[in-house]
């Protein structure tokens, strides 16, 4: 029993392994691990193509955001010039 | 009635990320892209007695936006799009006859290619806002920021599995919202 839970993983443990492996932060061992679930596991293959066709469609679309700290001094900034105008 | 009100006490953390994406796509250029859009909050903030409500905020700060993109293009005079000329000397019994060389732009992309990244950008923006907040900011932290994960659990003060099971959460979202309106 210990050894099969030791290779065969559950279906939310096999989408978070496919999450990671989206940022290459999965391990050899988790691949493998995904890619037997992935064999015989209908929702797994599912979720896998879903979860390429969202990474490939954020990197063609390049899109882009502000850093935290830019955000932060931005807010600051407009805070700023909300009370000016208060005033 | 207006059917929409103005808070601009939201505005960076409800559109400062569309906007600046919107507006990077349009002038490629980071350091001037985060300045139009504070330019366009400030002129945002001046004429907010002009909104009346009949468009969404964030319609109408991306109609502010545009009039500052162009506005930075009259400013600059940019020969953007257009072939650069080169000109030079062939050899010594050629001096002083001028060769015109056209040189293709690195980055050429066609109109076409430029306007389905710019919808496609747009699509993800519009499902990134559905997302809870927490999930969102970490999405966009390690998905469009490309944040380490150790970096991220510190400022947010979560573990890595929190992380990924957040993520998780995230991209279901985002795949099942992309899948409505985009794929």
């Not at chain 1, 999450?19 to 992935?38: G, I, M, N, P, V």
Request: hydrophobic letters at 35%.
């Amino acid at each position: 029993m210990k050894n099969k839970s030791f290779l065969f993983i559950s279906c939310e443990e096999a989408q978070i392994i496919c999450d990671k492996s989206q940022y290459k932060e999965a391990t050899l061992w988790e691949k493998f691990k995904l890619s037997l679930r992935f064999l015989w596991c209908r929702i797994t293959r599912t979720y896998v193509s879903k979860n390429k066709k969202l990474t490939q469609s954020l990197k063609q679309s390049k899109v882009t955001c502000l850093k935290q700290s830019e955000k932060e001094n931005l807010k600051e900034t407009l805070q700023k010039e909300l009370k000016k105008q208060e005033h | 009635m207006p059917k929409h009100t103005i808070d601009p006490n939201q505005w960076i953390d409800l559109y400062s990320d569309y906007l600046f994406n919107f507006t990077v796509s349009r002038v490629n250029d980071r350091e001037k892209a985060k300045d139009l859009v504070q330019d366009t909050f400030f002129a945002g903030l001046k004429s907010m007695k002009n909104f009346k409500g009949e468009a969404s905020e964030r319609t109408w700060l991306i109609s502010i936006l545009k009039r500052k993109i162009i506005d930075h293009y009259r400013k600059i005079n940019s020969n953007k799009g257009k072939a650069e000329i080169r000109v030079e000397f062939n050899s010594e019994d050629d001096e002083g006859s001028w060769l015109e060389k056209r040189v293709a732009d690195p980055d050429y992309k066609t109109a076409e290619d430029t306007i389905i990244n710019e919808e496609l950008g747009d699509a993800i923006y519009n499902c990134l806002n559905k997302l809870p907040q927490k999930q969102a900011t970490v999405f966009r932290m390690k998905t469009i920021e490309g944040l380490e994960t150790d970096t991220i659990c510190n400022e947010l003060n979560i573990t890595p599995s929190n992380l990924w099971v957040i993520i998780h959460r995230a991209r279901i979202t985002m795949a099942e919202c992309m899948e409505k309106n985009w794929f």
